[in-house]
């Protein structure tokens, strides 16, 4: 299976640029939605959260509180690489499940942590989201609320930008206009289909 890597800082459009993919038939593998799955109520990680930082974590339902969470882990490094270490395995291991089940030509890896973890690895080729950390700030913001604090700890958490452009063999400029962002994302679409198709 030939599989394509998307990612990009927080507030970037991966969703805006996932969907169109999905819209052309190819399946989408969300390592958000995966990264909550493994959390669940009920689960061994949802536990082991738990009893690390203590019953205020989970909500009224027993779910995990995911913005107290993020709130403490962007303060605390030695937290947030506790959590990283318990929870990336478990993520990596239903994507690779998903992209056995998978049956689009090729798929999609949508990922905000593609670079930091291993799972550039499972990815034969990487599609970058970019824009202006000032986009970023303003379009998380609006999105989710929250610090501005926080979400500055978490843009400085990711690959800085720089990096992140550096190891991209395809980058989108998502700060344009949408209809020029679906004649470039066309022409990838095309080439992927050619690569996919490849022996």
Wanted: charged share 25%.
């Amino acid at each position: 299976m030939y599989i394509v890597g998307l990612t990009g800082g927080i507030g970037c459009g991966k969703t805006t640029i996932a969907n169109f993919f999905s819209e052309n038939n190819v399946e989408v593998i969300n390592a958000d939605q995966l990264a909550r799955k493994v959390v669940e109520p009920g689960t061994f990680a949802l536990s082991k959260i738990e009893k690390q930082f203590g019953g205020e974590i989970l909500t009224k339902g027993n779910s995990l509180n995911r913005s107290l969470l993020r709130e403490i882990i962007f303060k605390d490094h030695e937290k947030r690489a506790w959590l990283e270490s318990l929870l990336h395995p478990l993520i990596e291991d239903e994507i690779s499940k998903s992209i056995e089940l998978a049956l689009s030509r090729y798929v999609l890896l949508e990922s905000p942590l593609l670079l930091e973890t291993n799972q550039h690895k499972l990815v034969n080729r990487i599609l970058v989201v970019d824009v202006s950390p000032e986009i970023q700030l303003k379009r998380t913001l609006s999105r989710d609320g929250g610090s501005e604090a926080t979400i500055r700890a978490i843009i400085n958490a990711q690959l800085p930008r720089v990096q992140r452009l550096d190891r991209a063999d395809d980058i989108i400029n998502n700060e344009q206009d949408l209809q020029s962002v679906r004649i470039e994302l066309e022409t990838l679409h095309k080439s992927y289909l050619s690569l996919a198709a490849e022996p």
